[in-house]
């Protein structure tokens, strides 16, 4: 069974970096044609792809959001992470981390998101 699992702060000051870490379980995110992507949805609006990683490491990131974040993995522990930096009230938002078999927001397993709210 795919879990995914979401965890970090849940409150990060303006012009922070947002950490995030999404901790997979039941598969293998090096298993081959599977992307791992971050998604946000700010209260009151849609989903944005913000960005993902593939089974071979590749990034890849939204081009609103490419300056400010960065995706990365560790394989020994089955791990997506996530930075977002100079973060402002507008990034506050529910995070997930999901699986997709292309770059966007169709995904087949998503995990249950994490609020973070950013402080002016």
């Known amino acids: 069974q795919v879990q995914l699992q979401e965890s970090g702060p849940g409150l990060v000051k303006s012009s922070q970096t947002l950490s995030l870490t999404c901790t997979v379980s039941?598969?293998?995110?090096?298993?081959?044609?599977?992307?791992w992507a971050w998604i946000r949805q700010p209260p009151g609006k849609g989903p944005e792809w913000m960005g993902a990683?593939?089974?071979?490491?590749?990034?890849h990131y939204s081009p609103s959001l490419k300056s400010r974040t960065d995706i990365s993995r560790d394989t020994s522990k089955n791990q997506i992470k996530l930075q977002l930096s100079s973060v402002t009230p507008e990034d506050t938002a529910v995070y997930y981390c999901?699986?997709?078999?292309?770059?966007?927001?169709?995904?087949?397993?998503r995990g249950q998101g994490t609020q973070v709210t950013v402080s002016s």
């Open positions: 990683i593939s089974w071979m490491g590749s990034t």
């Open positions: 999901a699986r997709t078999r292309a770059l966007g927001l169709d995904y087949d397993y």
């Open positions: 039941g598969v293998s995110i090096q298993t081959d044609f599977y992307y």
